[in-house]
């Protein structure tokens, strides 16, 4: 232990440059403390000016300090210098195999505590002794204990290598530099030292930085996953609130439905058998007069007979036997089949909107968005099928072909009253709402605005309220046969790029990204935004209306195409491989 807090003294007076025990020990400004002769040969072979700085800390100073011996570390480092190493237990002193052996030691080798970068040999503390007591040699310069001494000899030369080739790049001596070194840009090692320690310490403040940066994304992502888990949590127990709202509200209606097909049983059972009553008191009636007659009809004596006959009573008014309609087996079979209605639409609801739950599920992004593909193949991986919802179509449009295409007729179409169908303009939006990442493509004819808009567009107001981009709920691409324009919020955009008939859109609702592609044997970029989405998106046709000098209309159509997923080849496949 003794030992250990000698060492551990050494190290903190030792000079940061020479690595040895501070000599004259000057302190800088800044408060580090080096060799006097170190230090000023240090500040001699800057090249910067008047400025010079500290080794260590790289604080500079202008101009030169003025350095003065400091009077009391000196005294500290000679007390330091007086204590010398002292000797261990043998026992813990001799080398192993993974130790520096002591050079001098004979016999059984002592561990080497430094090594001599002058003398090139490694000492234990024993003979390390005159380097601490004779003059010449305490200048020399002493470091950890290294097994490499022999790599600071010049191979050709056999010198110590003190100097530095920048033009080679490595360590050779002074006679190296004599001769095949003649010429060459070469320093002093301890020169070469001074601008690498320099590098390093640059290099070091980089990596901390990093460091820095790479530990607030650390903390950054850790509050992401607490912000996700916090986020998957709420929202588990929101669902589960909502489908046991659904599941109470189906139960009471399920009940509702019970009790009103009993009451209904009971009202008509109880008809059944008022009627069955009825009809029991008026046989029984009949049987008896049936009875009477019979008995009248045996009498023998005609006088008798025409005597009794006037008395008998007459019949009573009998029930009207067509009001019982007797339908076989089928009393609330139609109950049976409005439930199954009810189930089934239930059925159709719950799957569409079970996709559109598990879509939006799947892409919840945590960390930065994908990048936007490049090619058509890779936006294909994101392609969604997309149905356009009559209750939206203006009533000059018609839609056919499962819902996925819409034409200009330029006549009123018997549609029911739905307050989300545009009144005003010819315009069509999606069944679907979009999220995430959605890819589609739209094949038209005859001009069209192909959108996409927040489902709060407004229906029945003017141009600027209701027109796929003329305001900021919607943003729209007019293609007409000459030429592309890109709108949002009443501003007009000119987009250049090849005319198509088809078109491409690309959507991530989260990166905030819309971008638009021509179609055809090869897919072009033709205009990208980029802002900040706040409702899910649906997509729209704007149909307008054409007409000649003639005052004819041309007929427009859009037609939202079919995609193949599984498309990975090169676009002179498009027609087969991507239908509409």
Request: hydrophobic share 30%; charged share 25%; with cysteine.
């Amino acid at each position: 232990m003794a030992q250990k807090g000698v060492q551990l003294d050494r190290e903190t007076f030792s000079c940061s440059i020479c690595l040895d025990l501070l000599k004259d020990p000057v302190t800088i400004p800044c408060g580090h403390s080096y060799c006097m002769n170190c230090i000023k040969t240090h500040w001699d072979e800057e090249d910067q000016g008047e400025i010079h700085s500290c080794p260590q800390c790289r604080q500079t100073f202008t101009p030169r300090p003025v350095l003065v011996k400091n009077t009391m570390l000196a005294v500290l480092v000679e007390e330091l210098k007086k204590t010398g190493p002292q000797a261990a237990p043998a026992d813990h002193c001799y080398a192993g195999p993974e130790d520096v052996a002591c050079d001098v030691c004979t016999g059984r080798k002592l561990k080497a505590v430094k090594s001599c970068l002058v003398c090139l040999v490694s000492y234990c503390e024993k003979h390390l002794q005159p380097h601490y007591e004779a003059a010449p040699l305490k200048k020399h310069k002493l470091v950890e204990p290294s097994k490499k001494l022999q790599e600071n000899i010049c191979s050709r030369h056999d010198e110590v290598m003190k100097m530095f080739c920048r033009t080679d790049q490595q360590c050779i001596c002074y006679l190296c530099s004599m001769d095949e070194h003649k010429g060459h840009d070469t320093v002093s090692a301890a020169a070469e030292r001074t601008e690498r320690q320099r590098e390093l310490q640059l290099s070091r403040q980089n990596i901390q930085q990093r460091i820095q940066d790479r530990e607030k994304d650390v903390m950054l992502l850790q509050q992401e996953v607490e912000a996700i888990n916090g986020s998957a949590d709420k929202a588990m127990e929101h669902s589960e609130k909502i489908f046991t709202q659904l599941i109470r509200l189906m139960e009471k209606r399920s009940s509702d439905v019970k009790e009103q097909i009993r009451s209904q049983q009971e009202t008509e059972v109880s008809g059944v058998k008022e009627l069955q009553e009825k009809l029991g008191q008026e046989i029984t009636e009949l049987k008896r007069k049936d009875a009477e007659l019979k008995q009248l009809s045996h009498t023998e004596d005609h006088t008798q007979f025409l005597h009794n006959y006037p008395s008998l009573s007459p019949l009573s008014q009998s029930t009207d036997s067509s009001s019982i309609n007797i339908r076989p087996l089928r009393y609330f079979e139609d109950v049976t089949a409005a439930v199954s209605e009810l189930r089934d639409k239930l059925q159709d609801i719950l799957r569409e909107t079970w996709t559109n739950i598990s879509l939006t599920v799947t892409e919840v992004d945590v960390l930065l968005s994908q990048p936007e593909p490049k090619t058509r193949a890779g936006f294909l991986k994101y392609s969604k099928e997309i149905t356009l919802d009559p209750n939206t179509a203006q009533k000059w449009l018609f839609i056919s072909e499962g819902n996925r295409k819409a034409t200009l007729l330029y006549e009123q179409l018997p549609y029911s009253s739905h307050p989300d169908r545009f009144t005003s303009l010819s315009q069509v939006l999606s069944r679907e709402s979009l999220t995430g990442r959605c890819y589609w493509e739209v094949e038209w004819r005859g001009g069209v605005d192909v959108a996409v808009a927040y489902k709060n567009i407004s229906r029945a107001g003017g141009l600027h309220e209701s027109r796929f981009g003329f305001n900021d709920n919607s943003w729209a691409l007019n293609c007409n046969e000459n030429c592309f324009t890109f709108l949002h919020n009443n501003i007009n955009t000119p987009v250049s790029g090849p005319q198509s008939s088809r078109v491409g859109v690309y959507l991530d609702h989260r990166a905030g990204i819309l971008s638009f592609y021509s179609i055809s044997e090869t897919i072009t970029f033709l205009h990208r935004v980029q802002t900040t989405f706040t409702q899910p998106l649906h997509a729209g046709f704007l149909l307008p209306e054409y007409g000649d000098s003639s005052g004819n209309f041309r007929s427009t159509t859009a037609e939202l195409c079919k995609l193949n997923k599984s498309w990975r080849n090169n676009f002179s496949k498009t027609a087969s491989d991507c239908s509409c």
